[in-house]
């Protein structure tokens, strides 16, 4: 005779299961021989909104002149994933399809001028292999088996990871990330590119590059949406909110040229939501949006009238908005 309580206990702990199945929660799933194209873009403005200059005690207003900033960004891989170990991608080959920067500065006020600055990337067109070294628990990264500088910043994670919820997490979960955990993830995508313009960057510039993408900082809070059926595919949303900001300056060093100091502050608010495709085991596609203040203060030394010196400080606010896309599906 069947022990009825037995039977109502397995009964309750099967309805459990099949409630909440693990596929209800968004995770990796690495497969061998996948193919995968991505497309990521990103379309920004930067508009003056005020300009001053400061000379000694006196500060000048320049009320007459404007600047505007419009930058792009293209970037398009193709990955082959060669091997898989426990839900990791252990072997991902990635080539460099498209890779394109620009940024197109319009000034406008006692003269005016439009200037284009393309920027290119020595990774177009070249073969990446990521291999992950499980004692070191990192991948290395080689091009036709030899390091190279261009790869050092590389990532092979472009399915954004760092977004992803607690693997028990249900429909309606929410919780917070810092965004420095985050911020290669939706900043550079894959890593640093290095991409560069005609004319090197002056030193000072790059330290101050540096020195902003290392005092990043801020906080995401993500939210888990429900799965859902749509055009065949089983899909999940995790939205995402949140402020990135930062502070950073530098100075002149030895024998360079230019401004004795340069400063750099930056605060924006964040919006968007990552698409993940539930059966592929990665994401679909993603957007977000990011609106804030630049304000950039640029230090010298001016020679007035009567031949003194005295020191000088330009000041420069810009309003900025900037829109991230990426899609991700087979090649």
């Not at 021989?33 to 300009?51: A, C, F, N, Q, S």
């Not at 005690?57 to 898989?84: P, R, Y």
């Not at 399915?159 to 997490?169: H, I, M, N, T, V």
């Not at 030895?254 to 750099?264: D, M, N, Y």
Request: charged fraction near 35%; glycine fraction near 8%.
């Amino acid at each position: 005779m069947l022990n009825t309580p037995l039977v109502v206990r397995v009964c309750a702990l099967l309805t459990l299961v099949v409630a909440k199945p693990v596929s209800d929660v968004p995770h990796f799933v690495c497969k061998d021989g996948d193919t995968i194209r991505r497309t990521l873009e990103m379309k920004g403005t930067r508009e003056l909104t005020h300009l001053s200059t400061q000379i000694g005690e006196e500060t000048k207003d320049a009320e007459d002149f404007h600047i505007s900033i419009d930058m792009s960004q293209k970037l398009v891989v193709d990955d082959e994933v060669k091997d898989c170990a426990a839900d990791r991608a252990t072997k991902i080959e990635r080539t460099y399809v498209t890779l394109e920067k620009s940024r197109t500065e319009t000034r406008s006020g006692p003269s005016d001028s439009k200037t284009e600055h393309p920027e290119t990337s020595d990774l177009q067109d070249k073969k990446v292999l990521f291999a992950w070294n499980a004692e070191k628990k990192a991948y290395s990264r080689t091009i036709d088996g030899e390091k190279s500088d261009l790869t050092e910043n590389l990532e092979a994670d472009m399915d954004y990871l760092p977004l992803l919820p607690a693997k028990d997490a249900d429909a309606g979960a929410k919780w917070d990330v810092d965004f420095a955990d985050v911020k290669t993830a939706l900043l550079r995508p894959g890593g640093d590119i290095q991409f560069h313009g005609k004319t090197e960057v002056q030193p000072m510039d790059k330290r101050l590059r540096d020195g902003a993408w290392d005092a990043l900082k801020g906080k995401l809070s993500l939210e888990l949406g429900s799965p859902r059926d749509e055009d065949g595919k089983k899909l999940v949303t995790i939205s995402f909110k949140g402020d990135m900001s930062y502070d950073a300056g530098v100075e002149r060093e030895g024998e360079e040229k230019g401004p004795t100091k340069l400063h750099a502050e930056d605060a924006q608010k964040i919006e968007g939501k990552l698409e993940w495709d539930m059966q592929a085991g990665r994401a679909q596609s993603i957007e977000w949006t990011a609106k804030g203040q630049m304000k950039i203060a640029v230090s010298g030394a001016a020679k007035m009238p009567d031949g003194s010196n005295a020191d000088f400080v330009q000041m420069m606010t810009f309003d900025e908005e900037y829109t991230y896309t990426g899609t991700f599906g087979p090649k």
